[in-house]
């Protein structure tokens, strides 16, 4: 089987809703990044056989195959087709998985892959049937019966199986913001960001907060203890990754970076929803021969923070190598673009801390959760 080498990651700052980015065109926001990747890795764009982006509420300005739309507004040769995937929060991360899948089944040699979202211009929800995706299914309510299914739901019923305070919550999601803000200040982030106009850095991070502040929130469901400061952002963004073959990297004279040392998607129950990286992550590192001390560094998305800290109880990963940079709490969740985004940071904190194996997984709706583990080279 041939190996998938990652050659380039790069990413936009995550703007804030109604922020720095709200006003670019996501084709644009995708096409930007996508035209950076390329002018960084020096690879001809007529040798990429195939764009495939995450996106999520693919409507409006996100609809009509946004792929191929960005690809396209961004100048590049028009033979090059694209294809736009949803399976959620991990949309941009399964579109790596599928160009990594397209490589070493050795259908394809260079891959574009990546996300984009813009929440400010289609807000959340945006795709959904105004009742939600589930009603009036005969077969959804005779497995599920006729019962609320939503993440809010979902954060809370972890917290209460897992006897996570709202003062633990809070605690991480503070510490969230802490080390974005140290990251940024101590320009970790910066080489794997291309400024959009004038925004230039994430956006979400708040020096302002605190944890009386937090405290002070109003929950977000009646007796429940997730609130507005412990779950993700609303946020834009765009992220795009080179995923090529050892064919690839010698015909073009690239440097690969990493290789995908594993990627998998796992389903769990799709009311609780948001536990599936738990069962997803023991399963990865079982058939990637790895345990959990052998990972360097973790990106565990911050949809909410109690999802985060189950993760953390069941997995006995060190905290200390989890998110090091900040989540998605203080720097924003642009739903599609996020997984995209995740890998990015994650391949360059690997370089910068010298460590050798990384792994990413997500919440998903539905869910699920895609694991990737990357190796550095």
Same mark, same amino acid.
């Given at each position: 089987?041939?190996?998938?080498?990652?050659?380039? %990651?790069?990413?936009?700052?995550?703007?804030?809703?109604?922020? /720095?980015?709200? /006003?670019?065109?996501?084709?644009?926001?995708?096409?930007?990044?996508?035209?950076?990747?390329?002018?960084?890795?020096?690879?001809?764009?007529?040798?990429?056989?195939?764009?495939?982006? /995450?996106?999520?509420?693919?409507?409006?300005?996100?609809?009509?195959?946004?792929?191929?739309?960005?690809?396209? =507004?961004?100048?590049?040769?028009?033979?090059?087709?694209?294809?736009?995937?949803?399976?959620?929060?991990?949309?941009?991360?399964?579109?790596?998985?599928? &160009?990594?899948?397209?490589?070493?089944? *050795?259908? =394809?040699?260079?891959?574009?892959?990546?996300?984009?979202?813009?929440?400010?211009?289609?807000?959340? *929800?945006?795709?959904?049937?105004?009742?939600?995706?589930?009603?009036?299914?005969?077969?959804? %309510?005779?497995?599920?019966?006729?019962?609320?299914?939503?993440?809010?739901?979902?954060?809370?019923?972890?917290?209460?199986?897992?006897?996570?305070?709202?003062?633990?919550?809070?605690?991480?999601?503070?510490?969230?913001?802490?080390?974005?803000?140290?990251?940024?200040?101590?320009?970790?982030?910066?080489?794997?960001?291309?400024?959009?106009?004038?925004?230039? !850095?994430?956006?979400?991070?708040?020096?302002?907060?605190?944890?009386?502040?937090?405290?002070?929130?109003?929950?977000?469901?009646?007796?429940?203890?997730?609130?507005?400061?412990?779950?993700?952002?609303?946020?834009?963004?765009? !992220?795009?990754?080179?995923?090529?073959?050892?064919?690839?990297?010698?015909?073009?004279?690239?440097?690969?970076?990493?290789?995908?040392?594993?990627?998998?998607?796992?389903?769990?129950?799709?009311?609780?929803?948001?536990?599936?990286?738990?069962? &997803?992550?023991?399963?990865?590192?079982?058939? +990637? *021969?790895?345990?959990?001390?052998?990972?360097?560094?973790?990106?565990?998305?911050? =949809?909410?923070?109690?999802?985060?800290?189950?993760?953390?109880?069941?997995?006995?990963?060190?905290? +200390?190598?989890?998110?090091?940079?900040? *989540?998605?709490? %203080?720097?924003?969740?642009?739903?599609?673009?996020?997984?995209?985004?995740?890998?990015?940071?994650?391949?360059?904190?690997?370089?910068?801390?010298?460590?050798?194996?990384?792994?990413?997984?997500?919440?998903? /709706?539905?869910?699920?959760?895609?694991?990737?583990?990357?190796?550095?080279?």
């Amino acid at each position: 089987m041939e190996t998938a080498y990652l050659a380039g %990651a790069v990413r936009t700052p995550v703007g804030k809703r109604d922020g /720095g980015l709200s /006003g670019v065109h996501p084709a644009d926001l995708a096409g930007h990044v996508i035209g950076e990747l390329l002018d960084r890795t020096g690879v001809d764009p007529a040798a990429v056989d195939d764009v495939i982006l /995450g996106c999520v509420d693919t409507v409006g300005p996100q609809s009509g195959d946004i792929a191929r739309t960005s690809w396209l =507004a961004a100048g590049l040769p028009e033979h090059v087709p694209g294809v736009t995937v949803d399976r959620q929060c991990g949309s941009g991360q399964q579109a790596v998985h599928f &160009a990594a899948q397209a490589v070493m089944s *050795g259908t =394809a040699d260079l891959v574009v892959a990546g996300g984009v979202q813009s929440m400010s211009q289609v807000p959340i *929800g945006s795709a959904m049937h105004p009742e939600g995706p589930y009603r009036n299914s005969k077969g959804w %309510a005779k497995r599920y019966g006729d019962q609320e299914v939503s993440q809010f739901r979902s954060a809370d019923d972890i917290a209460a199986k897992w006897g996570l305070t709202r003062e633990e919550l809070e605690e991480w999601a503070l510490e969230s913001h802490r080390k974005a803000i140290r990251a940024i200040d101590a320009g970790s982030l910066r080489d794997e960001i291309v400024p959009v106009g004038e925004c230039a !850095a994430d956006e979400g991070p708040r020096r302002d907060t605190s944890a009386e502040r937090m405290a002070a929130l109003p929950a977000l469901r009646l007796g429940g203890v997730t609130t507005a400061a412990t779950s993700s952002q609303i946020a834009d963004g765009a !992220a795009a990754l080179l995923v090529a073959s050892g064919h690839a990297v010698r015909a073009h004279g690239l440097r690969p970076r990493a290789r995908i040392r594993h990627l998998s998607a796992r389903g769990g129950d799709p009311v609780l929803m948001l536990t599936a990286p738990i069962e &997803a992550t023991v399963s990865a590192l079982s058939k +990637a *021969g790895l345990d959990i001390k052998s990972i360097d560094r973790f990106e565990i998305n911050e =949809a909410f923070a109690s999802v985060v800290l189950a993760w953390l109880r069941e997995s006995g990963a060190d905290p +200390a190598k989890v998110n090091v940079n900040g *989540g998605a709490i %203080a720097l924003g969740h642009p739903l599609g673009a996020t997984g995209a985004r995740l890998l990015t940071s994650l391949l360059h904190e690997l370089e910068r801390c010298g460590g050798r194996y990384g792994l990413l997984t997500m919440c998903e /709706g539905g869910g699920q959760a895609n694991v990737t583990v990357i190796e550095r080279l």
